[in-house]
């Protein structure tokens, strides 16, 4: 090899820890960015020429090549910012960049970037975008069946249209009735006084003359609002009066009353109850304002006006025994729960990722509907992604196609710091230095031995 091989290798070597300091001094530099990968270097040896035998070789030279690190998850850490992103495990999110702008909508790449960069934000447009440009990409779900709309991802945009009521068409109504009711009549020992005096208030609807008198008989059972078709809200208030005791073959009877809202009627009937000896509930039968459903486990109301404003189509649910006759000293309806499915229209007023990695939009009106579902792309051999800015990367014939079915799992209010660490990497740089300076002395001490040799001819 000689004094010229030495200060081969030697150069060869200058240039091996120069790409190697060069990789050092990016990683530091992005020590503190999202999601970055750092690059770690890796020195292989040519072998020189030489014998046949590995006594007659010498050592070559040396070159640099980076190793990439993608594999080596960076520290998560939590966040306030609701639509910031970590993944916990492989995988990495499917982003895009924007193409241009034409007549004030902004349009996309056809290519999509990969990244572990999840400080996204949302822009004056809706879209969801990390601080290095890029644009999320999901699956845009129905928001009746919660089910992807297609297979291809989309730009994520979140769209400020206000959610569209949803009119009431049940109500599941909960409730134990006293054997005796307190009511303002109950003398205190004959039961039947508890009962509702049918004979001035009649059987049907309470008249507003005669609404004292219903008051005075009957006890509440709760309120509930509901809604009509365009949203507008009904304050329903539920009496329930007893209007029979058990005699022989008769069961116990109460009707059930809904408020109209100051109108006259004043209490509208919607129909009546009959309670075995047990206490459970057994036939129903229709009132003024109610037909027994086809189940025979409550009632339907085809209108209902409360003040001034009519809802229709209405169902008054006591499924599962969730109407009983018990024993209650006190006399009032007991372990009342009442729901209904109706909701007036709604504006969005948050946004949050949910651990599934589903994009869900909080309204107004309590709703919550999942919009996008945030997947997550992995590679057969993602260490041969191409880097490119912003923390990104882009396949390559040698990464394998993008795998969307599985990966880690997604983390909110969180993001992945770099893997760079700049205490091990000042340590490496410490090395790097060191070997760099021995390289320069191997050509020293090899140009000192060439002016040797030079020397003896003089």
Sequence with gaps: ?????????????????????ENLSGNVANSQTTGYKRLDTTFSDLVSGG???????VSGTTYATSRATNTVQGDISANDVDTYLAINGEGYFVVTKANDVIDGSTTFADT?????????????????????GYYLTGYELD??????IGDAVSVVQIDDQPIAAEATNTINYQANLPTVPQTENYDGSDPDTALLDTATVGTDDIAAADEQTFLDGSITGGSVTIYNENGTALNVEVRWAKTANAAG???DTWSLYMSSGDNDPAWLEIGNAEFDATGEMGTLTAGANGTVNAA???????TITVGDVTATNIGVSFANGSLTQYSDSNGVASSVDIDQNGYPAGEVIGIYVDESGRIN??????QVRALYEVPLATFSAEQNLQRIDGAAFAAT?????ADMSGGGSIIANALELSNSDIAAEFSRLIVTQQAYSANTRVVTSSDEMLDDALNMIR
């Design 1 to 21: 090899m000689g004094i010229y091989g030495a200060i081969n290798a030697a150069v060869s070597g200058l240039s091996a820890q120069a790409q190697a300091l």
């Design 51 to 57: 014998g046949a035998t590995q006594s007659a070789q």
């Design 112 to 132: 999509n970037y990969y990244t572990r960069a999840g400080d996204f934000e949302i822009d004056e447009n809706g879209y969801f975008v990390n601080s290095s």
């Design 143 to 148: 928001p009746d069946t919660g089910n992807a």
């Design 249 to 251: 073959a008769t069961n």
């Design 296 to 302: 025979g486990t409550g009632f339907d109301i085809a």
């Design 361 to 366: 939009a909080t309204y107004s009106n309590s």
């Design 397 to 401: 014939p040698t990464s394998g196609e």
